[in-house]
Nanobody
Framework: QLQLVESGGGLVQPGGSLRLSCAAS????????IGWFRQVPGKDREGVSC????????NYADHVKDRFTISRDNAKNMVYLQMNSLKSEDTAVYYC???????????????????WGQGTQVTISS
């Protein structure tokens, strides 16, 4: 069965770095774009980044594009999110999600993705 499992979250100080991982199984991995979202209590889940099925295209939300890097290793069925220069406002639960095609969607929103991991907590605090 389809499964997405995030890992790598934790507590870091402002300015620090984390690398999140998303391990996928149960589907043809390189046929699907994978996105990262984040959510804080009381707020909508927001898109962070997306990478196309073969890794040719990468998209970033404006608030992370200079600091975060998305990548994938299709031989390992893994997607990564390298997060640098972390800020307190990056604190959230981070989710990886499978897109509905090999391309990142035009509209980077929840409904453009069909499967989700359980999330991993990222906390930025001094």
């Amino acid at each position: 069965q389809l499964q997405l499992v995030e890992s790598g979250g934790g507590l870091v100080q402002p300015g620090g770095s984390l690398r999140l991982s998303c391990a996928a199984s149960g589907f043809t991995f390189d046929s699907y774009a994978i996105g990262w979202f984040r959510q804080v209590p009381g707020k909508d889940r927001e898109g962070v980044s997306c990478i196309s099925g073969r890794g040719r295209n990468r998209n970033y939300a404006d608030h992370v594009k200079d600091r975060f890097t998305i990548s994938r290793d299709n031989a390992k069925n893994m997607v990564y999110l390298q997060m640098n220069s972390l800020k307190s406002e990056d604190t959230a639960v981070y989710y990886c999600a499978r897109g509905r095609s090999t391309d990142c969607p035009w509209f980077f929103r929840e409904s453009s993705f069909d499967s989700w991991g359980q999330g991993t907590q990222v906390t930025i605090s001094s």
